[in-house]
């Protein structure tokens, strides 16, 4: 089950955006107010996974997370049997190498050889998108990592808090074929190099709650093009939103999703606020 969040984790963190001219404040943690709301949600940008050293759950959040009710991330991860039925999505249909061209099947062995230490025989059943997954994992230096909604689901059942999900991970999985499709995704996995030094960025943003320049670090269109981020943020957040309210209006909440769903035109902040919502940065 561990790897199955691991693999998740690194699913998860391929839904990251493209940048937008609005700047927020930093802040990993925003509160949600509104006249018709008994009490405020919360809500927390994420770095689905980083290296042990450079985790911590600030005061902040621990403070937000003991005032709300329930918590509630993009997938309810204490839902077991869906996430075991999710892998048959992360899965090839047939053999991996079959449907890639001699030059590629040369080309992944190889990276998989000198990054994992494993052949593309031993992957063969898998997707090209978990296969992707797996290669990006190793952007991160360091052997032990550290999952923060797994560690927030932790201290949910040690506080019996209810855990809920904006989407099924199948759903998720659905989005992530849509925006990669098999030449654009081949194209992420020749990056792999670049990646690396893409996610130490991130994680020094997000060390300084700089969710903004997050958001910019992913400007360049090889990492992600418009077809991705209409399929990774707008077509979800839009979703998210229409969930949020009846959510927020029955109990607080701590919503937790990735850093990058938060700012822009089409940010989940932004889309709150056009509801009437107040939202405003804890410090």
Wanted: include cysteine; hydrophobic fraction near 40%; charged fraction near 25%.
């Amino acid at each position: 089950m561990k790897k199955l969040y691991i693999l998740i984790a690194f699913v998860m963190c391929s839904f990251i955006g493209n940048a937008q001219d609005q700047k927020l404040e930093n802040s990993v943690l925003w509160k949600i107010e509104h006249k018709d709301l008994a009490k405020p949600s919360y809500l927390l940008g994420t770095i689905h996974i980083m290296c042990e050293d450079d985790f911590s759950i600030p005061e902040k959040v621990t403070k937000a997370f003991n005032e709300t009710e329930n918590l509630v991330m993009e997938v309810d991860m204490s839902d077991t049997k869906a996430l075991m039925e999710s892998q048959k999505k992360m899965m090839s249909s047939g053999k991996l190498s079959e449907k890639l061209s001699k030059e590629r099947q040369t080309y992944l062995d190889n990276l998989l050889q000198k990054e994992l230490n494993i052949s593309l025989q031993m992957v063969d059943n898998y997707s090209l998108m978990t296969v992707y997954s797996l290669l990006i994992q190793q952007g991160l230096p360091c052997t032990a990592k550290k999952m923060y909604e797994a560690e927030l689901l932790m201290l949910a059942k040690a506080k019996n808090k209810r855990v809920a999900g904006l989407e099924t991970l199948n759903g998720q999985l659905d989005f992530f074929a849509k925006a990669y499709p098999k030449d654009f995704l081949w194209q992420q996995i020749e990056l792999n190099e670049e990646y690396k030094t893409l996610f130490q960025n991130m994680i020094t943003f997000y060390k300084n709650e700089e969710i903004s320049s997050i958001y910019d670090s992913m400007l360049d269109e090889r990492f992600f093009n418009k077809n991705a981020e209409y399929w990774m943020l707008t077509f979800r957040n839009t979703n998210w939103i229409k969930l949020m309210p009846e959510m927020m209006q029955k109990q607080s909440n701590l919503f937790a999703v990735g850093a990058a769903h938060l700012p822009g035109e089409n940010g989940v902040i932004e889309l709150l606020r056009k509801q009437g919502y107040k939202v405003t940065p804890v410090h």
